[in-house]
């Protein structure tokens, strides 16, 4: 076994500055684009769901809003008659699930 006492090389080439600094504006431009399109897409849902809020209910006080959510909630109703979808009360749901399954 020989044993070789020669020097190590290591590489002493210095980083390539301006593909560095390229690279590093790509990944700022491309982060504020998805910013950007993530703000665009909240705004539009966002808008989108408070005006079916209020094109819905309007002018409702508390007591008018809790007696309408009551009423949706616990009222069966055909959804798409098509499609066959319904809408029903979560217990009578729940109570389907438990006798399809026994």
Not at 4 to 27: C, F, R, V, Y
Not at 31 to 53: D, H, P, W
Not at 63 to 68: A, D, F, G, P, T
Request: charged share 25%; with cysteine.
């Amino acid at each position: 076994m020989s044993h070789s006492t020669g020097q190590i090389n290591h590489d002493t080439s210095e980083p390539n500055a301006k593909a560095i600094g390229w690279s590093m504006l790509i990944t700022l431009v491309t982060l504020l684009v998805i910013v950007f399109l993530c703000t665009l897409y909240y705004r539009g849902a966002n808008s989108g769901e408070l005006n079916t809020k209020e094109t819905s209910r309007e002018n409702l006080d508390l007591k008018e809003l809790r007696n309408y959510e009551q009423k949706t909630l616990n009222e069966v109703k055909w959804i798409d008659t098509q499609k066959g979808r319904v809408s029903l009360p979560i217990e009578n749901a729940m109570d389907k699930v438990v006798q399809a399954y026994k």
